[in-house]
């Protein structure tokens, strides 16, 4: 594992942006595995800006998104599917057929989850997975249990994830319940994995998944055992 620790959230959202830019320009056919949350807003402000420059060519990328909350598509505004399009897809030469995020509004979320698994298995897995980290260790909607799961599956949000994540609805009885997420193996089986964290407040949990006990009750501890995880952290 590299751990880099660094100042500010601009410093950590370079370095990502740089981290994705490289992985990009070596292989532009890759598969990114993207993530949703206020932590990656800076790296792909940066890769757009990069796009604006001139220096990155997403025609050939295809992406792979961790989530979807149940319910919403992608025309509500807290979708994760808007997300992405909004904060990145858009904004770039990506081919949005090759753009892939969980459907949360499939009649069957079991069946959604065993086609998006088959999905990321045709596509030969994923080269680069970017996580966020949720302030009881999820990662993708990967929330504290008494296992790891395997497969892309539903999940009941925990509570705190629900009142972390209502700032970005009008209330909190807006946030939906319950989730699809990427499981363990996908993000496991990710060729390189870039975890970021941004503030103080996330230095406890940070501590716990990388230095703590590997446990399915902080769901990023698992990534102790990824062979190549770079975990960028931002103090302030
Ligand atoms: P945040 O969310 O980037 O908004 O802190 C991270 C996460 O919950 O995975």
Not at 113 to 121: F, H, K, V
Request: with cysteine.
């Amino acid at each position: 594992m590299q751990f880099i620790t660094v100042k500010t959230y601009e410093e950590l959202s370079r370095k990502a942006a740089n981290i994705i830019a490289a992985q990009i320009i070596q292989k532009p056919e890759c598969v990114l595995g993207l993530a949703t949350g206020s932590t990656p807003l800076g790296a792909y402000d940066g890769l757009v800006k990069k796009y604006q420059d001139g220096e990155l060519d997403f025609s050939t990328v295809t992406s792979v998104n961790l989530d979807e909350y149940a319910g919403l598509d992608g025309t509500n505004d807290q979708s994760y599917r808007y997300f992405m399009d909004t904060n990145l897809f858009n904004k770039v030469n990506i081919d949005k057929a090759k753009t892939h995020v969980p459907n949360g509004c499939a009649e069957d979320l079991a069946a959604e989850g065993a086609r998006y698994d088959a999905l990321i298995a045709e596509l030969g897995g994923i080269d680069l997975q970017l996580l966020g980290i949720g302030l009881d260790g999820h990662i993708g909607f990967n929330e504290p249990d008494d296992c790891f799961t395997k497969e892309t599956h539903e999940v009941e949000l925990d509570p705190s994830t629900i009142e972390a994540n209502a700032r970005f609805f009008a209330s909190i009885d807006d946030v939906p319940t319950s989730a699809i997420t990427m499981g363990m193996q996908a993000i496991m089986q990710a060729k390189k994995v870039l975890l970021i964290a941004n503030g103080a407040g996330k230095k406890e949990i940070v501590e716990k998944s990388f230095f703590g006990p590997i446990t399915p009750q902080v769901p990023a501890s698992i990534l102790q055992l990824h062979p190549d995880v770079t975990v960028i952290f931002s103090e302030n």
